[in-house]
């Protein structure tokens, strides 16, 4: 039975669900859907370690910062790799959702979207990222739990229900039923190895030095994994590695689907390998239902008819697949009771202050 206290704290909280990703970080509050989304950036100066600009406004600065300011990715691979730094962006992200509201108290409830495969120490980092940056309570879900959440897929009904979701820093694979995981994989091969896959590619092939950014942009706009209807075409500048000069190369889409292609293969093959070890009855239903792909990475183009031709299975791309793990980590705390058995590792994960 809640106490008086908690169930005054429970009518006036504010409830926060938090999608910390490599690439971005949204925000779902309670009530009024996504609120926040930003770039997973910080630019901090050098000497002092202080926090300048958080989000879009610091990836404008990625790669033409000068010498004293640093332009940081907090989480690499889905995990806190500067913690201080991952505190700062929390704290801004959780007060810039408490002006959108009129709520007094606060200390929100948060709940946080984390990859399956991360260790003890890591979760923990988070945890306590959040507590530091003003949560009075802070949970864990992990990100395949939260996305297939809120892409609505019927993760407590009898049928079987599969999702895909490709973020920044891991893939993560699961497929549900009976309000559980059956099988889960999850794997360090998302958007960032793709990126790194075009560097490494222009680097070979063109003698053609350019940045993440860069390569994130050709991603963006020419990018693929299945033979488009009509193929592209792009110029890419940055440093020719023989003259050391300022150069720009055309490169079609069909050259980047090649330079991207054995990350997709790794991502196929861990696809392939979770429904290996999937019990027949729920192939069954899955061949009914069809794969849900979610995540920033998932839109890339053709992926899902890649993915589909590969498995036999028809795959399909959530509802605004990039919010699918906030808005999942934002309805936990609405419909907890509902949940809890799914969630049954979430109550571990928290405390109180």
């Known amino acids: 039975m809640l106490s008086p206290l908690d169930y005054f704290l429970g009518l006036f909280s504010l409830d926060i669900g938090i999608d910390l990703g490599t690439a971005n970080t949204l925000v779902s509050v309670r009530g009024k859907g996504i609120v926040i989304n930003e770039p997973s950036f910080v630019a901090i100066e050098k000497k002092t370690r202080r926090p300048i600009e958080v989000g879009a406004r610091a990836k404008e600065m990625w790669g033409k910062n000068p010498k004293d300011i640093l332009v940081v990715r907090p989480l690499r691979d889905g995990v806190i790799a500067e913690f201080e730094v991952t505190e700062a962006m929390l704290h801004h992200l959780i007060s810039k959702a408490h002006e959108q509201t009129w709520v007094p108290i606060p200390r929100p409830r948060v709940v946080i979207g984390i990859p399956s495969g991360v260790t003890e120490v890591e979760k923990r980092a988070v945890f306590d990222a959040a507590i530091s940056a003003g949560a009075r309570e802070a949970y864990l879900i992990e990100e395949p739990v939260a996305a297939a959440i809120g892409a609505g897929l019927p993760v407590q009904e009898t049928r079987g229900s599969m999702i895909i979701d490709i ?21 360090r091969v998302a958007g960032d190895e793709l990126d790194e896959d075009i560097v490494q590619y222009m680097r ?19 990018g693929s994994a299945y033979p488009l209807a009509q193929e592209r075409v792009m110029t890419v500048k940055g440093r020719n590695l023989v003259t050391g000069l300022p150069s ?13 292609s054995r990350s997709i293969d790794i991502i196929v093959d861990t696809v392939k390998d979770a429904l ?61 009771n509902n949940l809890r058995r799914l969630l049954a590792g979430l109550e571990r994960g928290s405390t109180r202050h």
């Open 276 to 336: 290996d070890d999937t019990p027949p009855e729920l192939i069954a239903d899955l061949m009914e239902s069809g794969i849900c792909m979610a995540g920033g990475s998932s839109q890339l183009k053709g992926l899902t008819e890649r993915m589909a031709e590969e498995v036999n299975i028809r795959v399909w791309l959530a509802e605004d697949a990039m919010t699918c793990v906030a808005r999942g980590a934002g309805r936990v705390l609405e419909d907890y």
């Open 204 to 222: 070979t092939k063109h003698n053609l030095l350019i940045g993440e950014p860069m390569a994130e942009k050709v991603k963006t706009e020419i």
């Open 167 to 187: 973020g920044g820093g891991t893939t993560e694979v699961a497929i549900f039923s009976l309000g559980g995981i059956v099988i889960s994989r999850s794997i």
């Open 248 to 260: 720009s190369v055309e490169v079609s889409s069909i050259e980047i689907r090649e330079a991207v």
